[in-house]
């Protein structure tokens, strides 16, 4: 595995002179994605600033464009007008002051009539390394230019530690209030949730406090990337929990998960029933953003980063690494978010093939009506299972290994993930793209996202159980051009 020093890891990008070649390089990877957003060089890893305007749905990524490292971080943005086709439209935010000299980390949108604000963490650091982490903002104008303000909109609070980050900006109509909240550190190592508030556009912000989460004072060591939706009736608290071992979670320590109540913004208290929900059971799904508005308040579309923090990848020899999962319409069911793909993915269905096919297209989906136990092989080769998918009707677990793939990695987490449904298993929808599968069980009930890479042998499917259903080539919905 390559070594980066820190030189390397924090270079500045001057021109897209610099990037290009290793651009046309990775395009020719067999990994690269048909349907997912992707970098167009180097790491992504968090969704940022999502949100619709004037007919596009923007959304950004944090990239650091040197390789598969994290380093000195951008925003990347890309565009959609239906959620499911992107294209690529340059950097973003540029880590280009002091207050944000090592990173322009992640962050959320909130847009006006006239145009699109956007909310983010300098990142700065001092000549010892010391880091101190601002609030900060741009407004992103219809021609798409985007300014800078030249001040933070405030810096850390003295009482945690240097992790506070992520704001997430709300504005809650009742009271006429803006917050921020953001993800902290106490000094004494527990996640936590700050809040700042304001009753003036962008101006004026204060400290208001900590949210009180009964129960969860002592659920890992810091709170990545928080936000709350309000779908429904009910309120959704996001985050990601860092440094925490989950039941079933196998020896995976960070996770993106939810608690369902309702949020007192009077008193910032968060009043849930006591049971975190983790997004995905799959490996690789991290630091989940919801767009800001969608228009339908029972609604919402969630989209995450397909991989996870000190997380390796066999992509990261080619210099790139990480992608998006698909979009996710979210919705709220007894208590439990449910999560499908988008109605606009069956756009991108292109020819059928019978269950009975030998060979799986490298971008397809499997759409399964099950009855009884079930045990399935994906990207299968001659020598090896491939991915594999079981499920035991006595005890109701559905399992998905990836140990018997070609290529293993991050195996020291665990290499299968097992659930038990609250309902026999009788849907599943699998998405395969060229280095990735999303499995939704049950419309919704729950989902498993991996990253895997199939080798060129690496296509087989063997299906054994009682099961109907179709498998679809899917078309290609993200371009793969370089824009700066
Ligand atoms: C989560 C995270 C955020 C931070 C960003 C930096 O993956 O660590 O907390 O803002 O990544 O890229």
Not at 408 to 426: A, K, V, Y
Request: glycine residues 8%; charged residues 25%.
């Amino acid at each position: 595995m390559k070594q980066w020093t820190k030189e390397e890891r924090y270079r500045v990008l001057q021109s897209p002179d610099e990037i290009i070649d290793l651009h046309r390089q990775i395009v020719k990877s067999p990994y690269r994605q048909h349907y997912h957003i992707q970098p167009i060089t180097g790491l992504l890893n968090d969704p940022n600033g999502f949100v619709y305007h004037n007919g596009y749905w923007h959304l950004f990524y944090q990239w650091c464009p040197w390789g598969a490292v994290h380093g000195l971080k951008y925003w990347y943005e890309v565009q959609s007008e239906d959620l499911i086709h992107w294209i690529n439209m340059g950097v973003g935010i540029k880590p280009d002051h002091d207050f944000d000299n090592k990173g322009a980390y992640s962050g959320s949108a909130l847009v006006t009539e006239q145009s699109i604000y956007l909310y983010y963490t300098g990142n700065h650091r001092d000549e010892n390394w010391q880091r101190t982490p601002y609030t900060c903002l741009v407004n992103m104008r219809d021609d798409g230019s985007l300014h800078k303000y030249s001040k933070p909109l405030f810096g850390p609070s003295p009482n945690y530690t240097e992790h506070q980050r992520d704001p997430k900006i709300i504005y809650h109509k009742e009271n006429e209030t803006y917050y921020i909240m953001l993800g902290a550190q106490s000094r004494d190592h527990h996640g936590r949730i700050i809040f700042y508030k304001s009753k003036t556009f962008n101006k004026d912000y204060e400290f208001a406090g900590e949210l009180k989460v009964e129960g969860y004072e002592d659920f890992g060591d810091m709170w990545e990337c928080p936000s709350i939706e309000h779908i429904g009736d009910v309120d959704v608290l996001i985050f990601c929990p860092q440094h925490l071992k989950l039941k079933d979670r196998g020896n995976s320590i960070h996770h993106n998960g939810y608690l369902i109540g309702h949020m007192d913004y009077e008193t910032l208290t968060f009043h849930h029933d006591g049971s975190f929900h983790v997004l995905d059971f799959g490996f690789d799904s991290y630091a989940a953003e919801c767009c800001a508005n969608i228009g339908d308040d029972n609604k919402a579309v969630l989209i995450a980063w397909m991989g996870l923090p000190d997380a390796s990848y066999p992509t990261d020899d080619e210099d790139w690494s990480g992608c998006l999962t698909m979009p996710r319409e979210l919705t709220i069911q007894n208590r439990r978010l449910i999560q499908k793909p988008l109605k606009g993915f069956e756009d991108l269905r292109q020819e059928t093939l019978p269950l009975a096919t030998k060979t799986l297209p490298t971008a397809c989906e499997l759409d399964l009506h099950i009855t009884g136990a079930l045990d399935m092989q994906l990207c299968k080769s001659d020598d090896h299972d491939g991915l594999t998918i079981r499920y035991e009707p006595v005890h109701r677990t559905i399992t998905i290994d990836r140990s018997h793939m070609h290529k293993r990695f991050n195996i020291e987490q665990g290499e299968s993930r097992m659930r038990q449904l609250h309902q026999d298993l009788n849907h599943l929808r699998i998405f395969i793209d060229a280095s990735s599968i999303e499995i939704y069980v049950n419309d919704g009930e729950a989902l498993f996202t991996s990253r895997i890479f199939p080798t060129k042998d690496e296509h087989g499917l063997v299906i054994k159980g009682q099961v109907e259903g179709q498998i679809y080539a899917l078309d290609r919905a993200v371009k793969d051009n370089f824009q700066f």
